[in-house]
């Protein structure tokens, strides 16, 4: 027997280099017995290797390798055998990874959502406190957190990427990252610290009472997304018996004080309160018909035609990218070249199903200039935004999606107002004037023209994320309006 220890830190790289020397010398999942730093020694473990066969030479499907790469962060003492047994077995059928019906990689797959949503609340539920000087270059916060997996490393680049400015440590029982100067590190796990008290958790009250929703309360469904476990670290938490206890007289207070809306103007009068109005209002099926006739701008005159949205119009996400490209402007359709083929490879490792979500552009036409047979890309101006805005809000008012995706800067231009730096922005949650979420993140094309290999690869790592967090965002928003109450007139909360 084999015994084979993985380290705590780097965990997956080194059950990755482990199982390929395994398999390399052809030893049978029985004959190797696998365990962590932390986990004790079996009797048979290092006993010679009685059933080795001829070494073998394979390479693992990619699904798989992202699957094993998850999966060993799962608290399951079995996790490293498992993923070897089932790596075997795919040395004879690699089809195996994609077959639904089969039972070991259903069970590896409930294993990886399992560390996903662990993933999901970690970035949810961490809450930094202020531990340094304000008035130092680099401020300092810590975070105290007890995950259900081991998934502090592999959630620590979400950190670093989104607070790379300052210094901070997440410690965790078993765990610590810690990232100064921006460098991080994995230190070994320490019992709770005592924190001093941070002045900003008084700001985290006050906005978790004004978005909570008392109208909209659901005990279930709120126990769920915010599982009791998490409560003793969260300042919010505190509130949440207080505004459930006094739910019920808040939301009747809220129904008695909205007012009644005459039915025919409802639903005009909501728009404006949404801000979601567009001057085109006619009806929704002819919108497409309605796009590739506009002349609003003189964009129209080059392209070969407009490219309106497509995907289900109730579709719960709408991804909005920049413009037409190549090959939309000749086929009329969004994202089919180069950088929604990007996408598409992308959106699958993430979880994001693309034919779930409506996906359109922020200007209609392609703008580019010639040169020789090529036609060169352009960026939009903020005039053609502007002016293309109009059909924009017309597919927001159409689809009304519960989140948006918007991809470059274009986007978020045409969707929020503003240009700030992208590259500041992305990854972090704006949003439309009702409230509708705008979660941010590069364009594609972007990471495909980084020249530089290992940027590029730190980059679609981030892109990775951001779609990943765009999937789990849509999980929660629909979980919880399944949940709902119906809502009740005037009522524009949320919890
Ligand atoms: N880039 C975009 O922003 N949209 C497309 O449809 C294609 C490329």
């Known amino acids: 027997m084999r015994h084979i220890t993985l380290p705590e830190t780097g965990t997956a790289i080194a059950w990755r280099k ?3 020397s395994c398999l390399a010398e052809g030893l049978m999942p029985a004959d190797v017995s696998w365990g962590s730093e932390q986990t004790e020694r079996g009797l048979f473990d290092d006993q010679p290797v009685s059933g080795a066969t001829t070494p073998l030479k394979m390479t693992a499907p990619r699904s ?4 094993a790469e998850t999966v060993c962060w799962h608290r399951d003492e079995d996790r490293f055998a498992r993923l070897y047994q089932f790596l075997w077995r795919l040395k004879d059928t690699p089809h195996l990874v994609a077959d639904r019906g089969d039972r070991e990689l259903a069970h590896l797959r409930a294993m990886e959502k399992s560390v996903h949503r662990c993933q999901h609340k970690m970035k949810a539920f961490v809450r930094f406190r202020e531990i340094g000087d304000r008035d130092d270059a680099r401020r300092s916060f810590a975070a105290w957190f007890e995950p259900t997996h081991h ?8 950190f670093a990427r989104r607070f790379g400015d300052m210094d901070w440590r997440i410690v965790t029982p078993e765990k610590t990252a810690t990232f100064q100067s921006g460098e991080l590190r994995f230190l070994p796990g320490q019992p709770k610290p005592d924190f001093p008290e941070d002045a900003s958790e008084a700001l985290w009250l006050t906005y978790f009472r004004s978005i909570f929703n008392p109208a909209r309360l659901k005990v279930q469904a709120m126990t769920s997304e915010m599982p009791r476990k998490y409560w003793k670290n969260l300042p919010e938490a505190a509130t949440i018996p207080d505004l459930i206890a006094n739910a019920p007289a808040r939301a009747r207070a809220m129904a008695e004080a909205a007012p009644t809306l005459p039915p025919v103007r409802a639903r005009k009068a909501r728009q404006q309160l949404a801000g979601l109005e567009s001057a085109w209002s006619g009806p929704m099926e002819t919108l ?12 129209h005159k080059t392209a070969t035609q ?12 709408m991804i909005v990218g920049e413009q037409p490209g190549d090959q939309e402007d000749l086929t009329g359709k969004p994202f089919v070249g180069p950088a929604g083929q990007l996408f598409d490879k992308v959106a699958q490792s993430a979880g994001l199903i693309r034919k779930e979500a409506f996906v359109t552009n922020a ?19 903020s005039g053609e935004i502007e002016h293309c805005r109009w059909w924009l809000d017309a597919e927001l008012a159409m689809v009304r999606p519960k989140l948006i995706l918007a991809l470059g800067a274009t986007a978020a231009e045409a969707l929020t107002g503003s240009g700030a730096n992208i590259l500041q922005r992305r990854g972090t949650v704006e949003q439309l004037a009702d409230g509708t979420p705008i979660l941010l993140s590069v364009h594609p094309s972007y990471l ?28 929660t928003l629909t979980a919880r309006s399944a949940e709902e109450a119906t809502p009740i007139a005037g009522t524009h909360g949320r919890l």
Do not use: S, Y
């Open 448 to 475: 495909l023209r980084l020249p530089d290999p290992a940027e590029r690869e730190k980059q679609m790592a981030a892109f990775e994320d951001d779609l990943r967090l765009a999937a789990e965002m849509i999980a």
């Open 151 to 158: 998934t502090v490393e592999p959630t620590a680049l979400f």
């Open 306 to 317: 407009a490219v309106p949205g497509t995907g289900p119009l109730d579709a719960p996400l």
């Open 288 to 299: 497409p018909a309605a796009i590739h006739d506009c002349r609003r701008c003189p964009l």
């Open 64 to 67: 798989f390798v992202a699957l």
């Open 363 to 381: 200007v209609k036409h392609f703008k580019f200039i010639p040169r020789g047979k090529r036609r060169l890309h352009q960026r939009p101006n």
């Open 18 to 20: 482990a199982a390929r």
